[in-house]
């Protein structure tokens, strides 16, 4: 498990790439552009589909540091049998 300074830095990072992906989403759901870059990828309105995706795993990844920087373990997977009886 890492330290927290290794999470806060985690954690700013996919804030960071959180906002830079919103801006893009909105600048071309808006249509207010017809292409956005970030660094150096150029998105298009073909391209919302696999930024939504991206969006949310960047809000899955901000939750589950949050969560780690207050204390909490992050959430284990199970499943459920649902049975005949």
Request: hydrophobic share 40%; no cysteine; charged share 35%.
């Amino acid at each position: 498990m890492a330290d927290m300074t290794d999470v806060k830095i985690r954690l700013n990072f996919w804030r960071s790439a959180y906002e830079k992906l919103t801006a893009a989403y909105t600048a071309l759901v808006d249509g207010r552009v017809k292409s956005y870059t970030i660094d150096d990828r150029q998105l298009t309105r073909f391209d919302l589909g696999t930024l939504k995706d991206e969006i949310e795993e960047a809000e899955q990844k901000i939750d589950e540091l949050t969560a780690l920087l207050n204390g909490r373990r992050p959430r284990k997977a199970f499943g459920v049998i649902p049975r005949d009886w």
